[in-house]
């Protein structure tokens, strides 16, 4: 049962620290700067919270199920890198993702814009065996040829072991991450 999100809002108020108010204040008032973009899935399971020290302000986020981005999605990552200067796109996959899921059982009737949008990622990672990360590594792939001038980073979250690991990027090639991880039996 989900609380009432107004109830969730004063109980977290209650619990700010002096410094964050401050902070927030300070947001309000000079504007953001955030120092990333985060890109990731809509699941709820992916805790944004764990990816930054700051209360406010530190990450530009866009989320969205299964990172499909769409012409919405790079337009608002367009903003972030053209008008808050952004220097560094953090995209982050996770283990377990249904929208990838589904792509994998080809149920393209149910969410063809994901799908498409998927699917488009995936074609740009044929080299990588597992789904979720080959669709993260497409998805970079493709932002690459956009924003040229910007670091790109690729990470995998496991959602049951809370872990986050960088998927390197060597030329055009993710390493180590090309043989099938156990979670892609499940797919």
Do not use: W
């Amino acid at each position: 049962m989900c609380n009432d999100i107004k109830n969730n809002f004063e109980y977290n108020l209650k619990h700010i620290r002096e410094g964050d108010i401050l902070l927030a204040q300070r947001l309000a008032r000079d504007g953001q700067r955030p120092c990333r973009v985060i890109i990731t899935c809509s699941d709820s399971r992916i805790p944004e919270e764990m990816f930054k020290r700051e209360f406010l302000g530190e990450n530009f986020v866009i989320r969205n199920a299964g990172n499909a981005l769409d012409d919405y999605g790079i337009d608002t990552l367009t903003f972030a890198v053209n008008h808050l200067k952004i220097q560094e796109i953090c995209i982050i996959a996770h283990t377990g993702c249904g929208a990838v899921r589904v792509y994998s059982q080809g149920l393209m009737h149910e969410f063809p814009h994901i799908y498409n949008l998927i699917s488009q990622n995936i074609h740009r990672a044929r080299d990588i065996q597992d789904l979720e990360i080959a669709n993260a590594v497409g998805l970079a792939r493709r932002l690459k040829e956009r924003f040229s001038n910007v670091n790109i980073k690729v990470y995998l979250y496991d959602i049951e072991r809370l872990e986050l690991r960088n998927i390197e990027i060597i030329g055009s090639l993710p390493s180590p991450y090309r043989q099938l991880s156990h979670h892609q039996e499940t797919l």
